[in-house]
């Protein structure tokens, strides 16, 4: 029996449905597989298939030749309530095959067993050599107008909004390999043009391992697996990387910026790009300029520490994939902006004493500013990851008009190789008209027939000249934009198998990169060099590349010997007198907080109304709030997204403790290991004290409020730097979000190097 007043109940009714309401307002957390709540009992009443979920995107539906169909994008998915064969025949039973009798031999006229066999058998396509492991979406790029002075590219104009399908990757790791593995990452940008497509391939580092195509297959097999045991997997902490750079030194720049935090990207949204080549643009006047292509993320360039990328690999080896989806899912469009350094287009093709055609140098950006140009925005993901991020073909030769190659020998050998590459990936040459790689500009280029023909060419003379079809097509000229391959002049000279003299330099911008840093960016370095070294087996690898260290700079190459256990050589060519660049590093400045993960502590005892109130904050920050618990389900009356089993540090950005939770009944070591982690004689679960204790290792801002002060106490991290205590959760976020900022407290580490 009710003991309140009727009154009572009534009001009590009325604020209970307006604080559901409210909590109705409040975003989803991202991570919904499916675009419908599933029923517990299986569905039976045919229906046609779901749509896509919201934050889903697919290619635009054109024809092979590049045509608008009006039709939706769904036209391209699957149609229809009934389950049929490749043909469209509808099917009455998809689980059983046709045998001669209950008990019988499987007959071979089931044509409906051999077509599902058959095309399970072949679902698989060759995965890319290198960039195997990648993940990619849909957005559109909005160019700002800074760069029609340049160049004629017409996607560069003002104003101009132009489709794009981006693909991020790792290059040496399988298709199922980690995504947090110290390696180079993949930057490649289809920009859907209405004067053709142009792919922008590049990668998170501005500069190559190789100055020469040539050297391509030799850099991937020294970095892939040993080819005798197939180990290890995506990583270059082996025997046979270290012998190649330290032998083949114009690789040391890269393996510099691959030592540093660069290689180890917090996430594709916090990670630069950079076409590394240097491109030549035309503007409308015929006049020409050099330039390279930056991507600057909105967020800043944050890294994990080396702990969290190694655990991350174990707890969730799709790490960046998912937190790229997620974003997008939330509502938090991951953005960019398009940058070119511009140099004058001079017979040297140098700027200031820097070879431009050399891909292992970089021209710092105190030397020649970065201009922004245009904003990418990241809004779709894709509809089926197949179709779209694994068959999407880029190539450096796909270019617009007002963009054409140097002769940088790097460029010109993967002018070659993507061709070849798709030929075999995707089955013959008409990979161009698989819907993701589909341009968004008429095509009319009389190549007929081969594996895959999806057009239904007309006419009969696909030759020029002729007069069967009327001449067509015609040549274009430079009122129609045509594209212009740029009568560069070559100079006379011998044909040889060999570099420019200024490619010999192999020291001076990696000694630059070091000194660019800050302490506790070359404490990084000299521990990932430690750890990749101390992974090889011989002594004289270790030798050689701490002489090319040497070469960098003695401090970095002492603190690496004395990690080894060897003696520190003496460098063998003159320290290159080099002004630092502090746009290098990624410490020193403030950035967004869009899209990070906060974690939040509760338990039964919490103050649930300080929660929603927190939790609402962290959802106007634009970051998403996930909710640890003693238990899965509902705590409270707010869905718990992680348990203090199935909760790890390495997920999260900052943690809030807003309450101090008892050991929960699964908080058993023979039943999580986790909780073997803390002594279990204190008064919190210690798989939260582990949480802290990892999130202050991890240098990542901590607050509590209330009893989850106590919880600090007892980990004993409170009143160090980067933890906010107080009474108010409304408060302590506020202060959390400000130090979040830095994106890391470092200040809780003294370095040791200068």
């Given at each position: 029996?009710?003991?309140?007043?009727?009154?009572?109940?009534?009001?009590?009714?009325?604020?209970?449905?307006?604080?559901?309401?409210?909590?109705?307002?409040?975003?989803?957390?991202?991570?919904?597989?499916?675009?419908?709540?599933?029923?517990?009992?299986?569905?039976?009443?045919?229906?046609?298939?779901?749509?896509?979920?919201?934050?889903?995107?697919?290619?635009?539906?054109?024809?092979?030749?590049?045509?608008?169909?009006?039709?939706?994008?769904?036209?391209?998915?699957?149609?229809?309530?009934?389950?049929?064969?490749?043909?469209?025949?509808?099917?009455?039973?998809?689980?059983?095959?046709?045998?001669?009798?209950?008990?019988?031999?499987?007959?071979?006229?089931?044509?409906?067993?051999?077509?599902?066999?058959?095309?399970?058998?072949?679902?698989?396509?060759?995965?890319?050599?290198?960039?195997?492991?990648?993940?990619?979406?849909?957005?559109?790029?909005?160019?700002?107008?800074?760069?029609?002075?340049?160049?004629?590219?017409?996607?560069?104009?003002?104003?101009?909004?132009?489709?794009?399908?981006?693909?991020?990757?790792?290059?040496?790791?399988?298709?199922?390999?980690?995504?947090?593995?110290?390696?180079?990452?993949?930057?490649?940008?289809?920009?859907?043009?209405?004067?053709?497509?142009?792919?922008?391939?590049?990668?998170?580092?501005?500069?190559?391992?190789?100055?020469?195509?040539?050297?391509?297959?030799?850099?991937?097999?020294?970095?892939?697996?040993?080819?005798?045991?197939?180990?290890?997997?995506?990583?270059?902490?082996?025997?046979?990387?270290?012998?190649?750079?330290?032998?083949?030194?114009?690789?040391?720049?890269?393996?510099?910026?691959?030592?540093?935090?660069?290689?180890?990207?917090?996430?594709?949204?916090?990670?630069?790009?950079?076409?590394?080549?240097?491109?030549?643009?035309?503007?409308?006047a015929g006049e020409t300029v050099l330039a390279?292509?930056?991507?600057?993320?909105?967020?800043?360039?944050?890294?994990?520490?080396?702990?969290?990328?190694?655990?991350?690999?174990?707890?969730?080896?799709?790490?960046?994939?998912?937190?790229?989806?997620?974003?997008?899912?939330?509502?938090?469009?991951?953005?960019?902006?398009?940058?070119?350094?511009?140099?004058?287009?001079?017979?040297?093709?140098?700027?200031?004493?820097?070879?431009?055609?050399?891909?292992?140098?970089?021209?710092?950006?105190?030397?020649?500013?970065?201009?922004?140009?245009?904003?990418?925005?990241?809004?779709?993901?894709?509809?089926?990851?197949?179709?779209?991020?694994?068959?999407?073909?880029?190539?450096?030769?796909?270019?617009?008009?007002?963009?054409?190659?140097?002769?940088?020998?790097?460029?010109?050998?993967?002018?070659?190789?993507?061709?070849?590459?798709?030929?075999?990936?995707?089955?013959?040459?008409?990979?161009?008209?698989?819907?993701?790689?589909?341009?968004?500009?008429?095509?009319?280029?009389?190549?007929?027939?081969?594996?895959?023909?999806?057009?239904?060419?007309?006419?009969?003379?696909?030759?020029?000249?002729?007069?069967?079809?009327?001449?067509?097509?015609?040549?274009?000229?430079?009122?129609?934009?045509?594209?212009?391959?740029?009568?560069?002049?070559?100079?006379?000279?011998?044909?040889?198998?060999?570099?420019?003299?200024?490619?010999?330099?192999?020291?001076?911008?990696?000694?630059?990169?070091?000194?660019?840093?800050?302490?506790?960016?070359?404490?990084?370095?000299?521990?990932?060099?430690?750890?990749?070294?101390?992974?090889?087996?011989?002594?004289?690898?270790?030798?050689?590349?701490?002489?090319?260290?040497?070469?960098?700079?003695?401090?970095?190459?002492?603190?690496?010997?004395?990690?080894?256990?060897?003696?520190?050589?003496?460098?063998?060519?003159?320290?290159?007198?080099?002004?630092?660049?502090?746009?290098?590093?990624?410490?020193?400045?403030?950035?967004?907080?869009?899209?990070?993960?906060?974690?939040?502590?509760?338990?039964?005892?919490?103050?649930?109304?300080?929660?929603?109130?927190?939790?609402?904050?962290?959802?106007?920050?634009?970051?998403?709030?996930?909710?640890?618990?003693?238990?899965?389900?509902?705590?409270?009356?707010?869905?718990?997204?992680?348990?203090?089993?199935?909760?790890?540090?390495?997920?999260?950005?900052?943690?809030?403790?807003?309450?101090?939770?008892?050991?929960?009944?699964?908080?058993?070591?023979?039943?999580?290991?986790?909780?073997?982690?803390?002594?279990?004689?204190?008064?919190?679960?210690?798989?939260?004290?582990?949480?802290?204790?990892?999130?202050?290792?991890?240098?990542?801002?901590?607050?509590?409020?209330?009893?989850?002060?106590?919880?600090?106490?007892?980990?004993?991290?409170?009143?160090?730097?980067?933890?906010?205590?107080?009474?108010?959760?409304?408060?302590?976020?506020t202060g959390v979000h400000r130090?979040?900022?830095?994106?890391?407290?470092?200040?809780?580490?003294?370095?040791?190097?200068?």
């Open positions: 029996m009710d003991a309140r007043s009727p009154a009572k109940v009534v009001k009590d009714a009325v604020e209970s449905a307006a604080e559901k309401v409210t909590d109705a307002l409040t975003p989803e957390v991202p991570g919904k597989p499916g675009s419908a709540p599933p029923t517990v009992a299986e569905p039976t009443t045919p229906q046609d298939p779901l749509p896509p979920k919201p934050e889903q995107g697919s290619p635009q539906t054109r024809t092979p030749t590049g045509a608008r169909t009006g039709a939706p994008t769904t036209a391209n998915g699957q149609q229809g309530a009934y389950l049929t064969t490749a043909q469209g025949a509808r099917l009455r039973d998809t689980d059983h095959s046709l045998k001669a009798g209950p008990r019988g031999p499987t007959l071979l006229q089931d044509h409906h067993l051999r077509e599902k066999i058959t095309h399970f058998d072949h679902e698989r396509i060759p995965e890319r050599v290198v960039h195997a492991r990648g993940a990619g979406a849909h957005g559109v790029f909005t160019a700002y107008g800074a760069a029609e002075a340049v160049t004629r590219a017409g996607f560069l104009r003002k104003g101009r909004a132009t489709d794009v399908f981006v693909r991020f990757s790792t290059v040496l790791g399988s298709r199922g390999s980690a995504d947090t593995v110290r390696d180079t990452r993949g930057f490649a940008t289809k920009f859907y043009t209405d004067e053709g497509t142009f792919d922008l391939v590049g990668n998170n580092m501005p500069v190559f391992f190789i100055q020469d195509a040539i050297k391509f297959p030799d850099i991937i097999h020294a970095g892939k697996p040993h080819p005798d045991r197939e180990i290890p997997q995506a990583q270059s902490a082996h025997d046979a990387f270290w012998d190649f750079v330290s032998l083949h030194t114009e690789a040391q720049h890269h393996t510099l910026w691959n030592m540093s935090d660069r290689g180890i990207p917090r996430s594709y949204r916090t990670m630069e790009g950079f076409g590394v080549h240097t491109f030549r643009l035309v503007n409308e390279k292509f930056h991507w600057k993320p909105k967020l800043g360039v944050h890294s994990l520490v080396w702990e969290e990328a190694q655990m991350l690999a174990g707890i969730d080896p799709d790490f960046h994939r998912r937190d790229l989806y997620d974003a997008i899912e939330a509502g938090a469009f991951p953005e960019w902006e398009l940058g070119l350094q511009v140099f004058p287009d001079t017979p040297e093709e140098t700027f200031a004493g820097i070879d431009l055609l050399d891909p292992t140098k970089i021209v710092p950006e105190e030397l020649a500013p970065v201009q922004l140009v245009g904003s990418l925005t990241l809004n779709r993901t894709p509809t089926n990851f197949f179709a779209e991020t694994e068959q999407v073909a880029f190539h450096v030769g796909h270019l617009p008009p007002g963009i054409d190659v140097t002769n940088d020998p790097l460029l010109q050998g993967r002018l070659f190789s993507y061709v070849d590459t798709q030929l075999t990936r995707l089955g013959g040459p008409n990979f161009a008209q698989i819907p993701i790689n589909r341009p968004h500009a008429a095509v009319n280029d009389m190549l007929r027939d081969g594996f895959h023909q999806h057009a239904v060419h007309a006419g009969v003379a696909p030759y020029r000249p002729n007069s069967l079809d009327g001449g067509n097509p015609f040549p274009a000229g430079d009122a129609e934009n045509a594209f212009l391959d740029v009568p560069v002049r070559v100079a006379e000279a011998p044909k040889i198998r060999a570099n420019p003299v200024s490619f010999d330099d192999h020291f001076s911008q990696a000694r630059l990169f070091w000194l660019s840093m800050s302490p506790v960016e070359r404490e990084h370095i000299i521990r990932a060099y430690t750890f990749e070294l101390g992974k090889c087996y011989h002594q004289e690898i270790k030798e050689r590349q701490l002489q090319c260290l040497a070469n960098v700079d003695p401090v970095l190459c002492a603190q690496v010997a004395a990690g080894l256990g060897l003696p520190a050589p003496q460098p063998t060519v003159p320290l290159a007198d080099v002004t630092p660049s502090p746009v290098l590093s990624q410490v020193g400045r403030q950035w967004p907080a869009d899209g990070r993960m906060v974690g939040i502590v509760v338990d039964p005892e919490a103050d649930f109304d300080t929660v929603r109130d927190v939790r609402r904050a962290v959802f106007a920050a634009d970051m998403v709030p996930l909710l640890i618990a003693p238990h899965g389900g509902l705590i409270g009356d707010l869905p718990a997204q992680r348990s203090f089993a199935t909760g790890r540090s390495v997920e999260l950005d900052a943690l809030l403790i807003a309450t101090a939770p008892a050991p929960a009944p699964d908080a058993l070591p023979a039943r999580d290991a986790k909780a073997g982690a803390a002594p279990a004689t204190g008064p919190a679960d210690p798989r939260v004290l582990l949480m802290v204790e990892e999130c202050w290792r991890h240098a990542k801002a901590i607050g509590a409020w209330g009893p989850g002060v106590s919880v600090l106490e007892q980990a004993g991290v409170a009143g160090t730097p980067g933890v906010v205590t107080g009474d108010s959760g409304e408060d302590v976020f130090l979040m900022a830095d994106h890391r407290v470092w200040e809780r580490f003294p370095a040791s190097v200068g």
